[in-house]
């Protein structure tokens, strides 16, 4: 029983969705974007928060940040303004890159600003203590439930990324396509110009009769 325990979460270790944390600076007047790949109907949360500069004291106004969420598309997800902290979740209605924009006031002398963020999409955003509290099941079954949801997860994914790479070949094949009409193009433009070029040359020569 211990052995096979250990062999799934092993296996949910390696097969598990996206879950990215992270720590940034971020320099007062700029903004930095992190994006995320996620693909359709996948559920995504994140949270963030500026780390005081001193240790035991309240974050200064100069500290706040604002943070927006937006689609591939450009929709807006989420939006906080002059926050030193905040989360978000959402479940994605488009697929592509999602972009989480942090921004922070500018001031004078320039101020660097410590940002903890961390975004989990798919499997790895599920709410699992919740999930154990409400089905009232034991370690062992919630351990194969989050097996089969991170099995669906990369099936699902797989479809999504064929998808994208039937998408990127159509476009290389436009692309060749458009290339090679463009040399075609290109190359009558010379030879057209060069006929001209020796048509004008032949006219000069035999009206100063040099030829």
Not at 63 to 77: A, D, E, L, M
Not at 151 to 162: K, Q
């Amino acid at each position: 029983m211990v052995r096979v325990r250990v062999f799934l979460l092993l296996i949910l270790g390696f097969l598990f969705t996206r879950a990215r944390s992270l720590r940034f600076d971020l320099e007062s007047g700029r903004t930095k974007c992190i994006a995320e790949d996620i693909k359709m109907n996948a559920m995504a949360v994140g949270k963030y928060n500026v780390i005081a500069p001193t240790e035991g004291h309240p974050i200064p106004d100069s500290h706040k940040i604002t943070v927006r969420i937006t689609s591939p598309y450009g929709n807006s997800i989420h939006y906080s303004d002059h926050v030193e902290s905040g989360n978000f979740a959402f479940t994605s209605t488009e697929a592509g890159d999602y972009l989480a924009c942090f921004w922070a006031l500018d001031h004078k002398p320039s101020t660097m600003v410590t940002i903890e963020f961390e975004w989990k999409t798919g499997v790895a955003a599920k709410d699992w203590s919740n999930v154990a509290k409400k089905g009232q099941i034991d370690v062992m079954e919630l351990e194969l439930k989050k097996l089969e949801d991170t099995v669906r997860s990369i099936h699902d994914e797989m479809f999504y990324l064929r998808e994208r790479e039937e998408e990127m070949q159509d476009l290389n094949r436009a692309t060749n396509s458009r290339m090679a009409w463009l040399s075609f193009l290109s190359l009558f433009i010379c030879l057209s110009v060069a006929g001209l070029q020796l048509w004008h040359l032949k006219t000069f020569f035999e009206r100063k009769k040099l030829l």
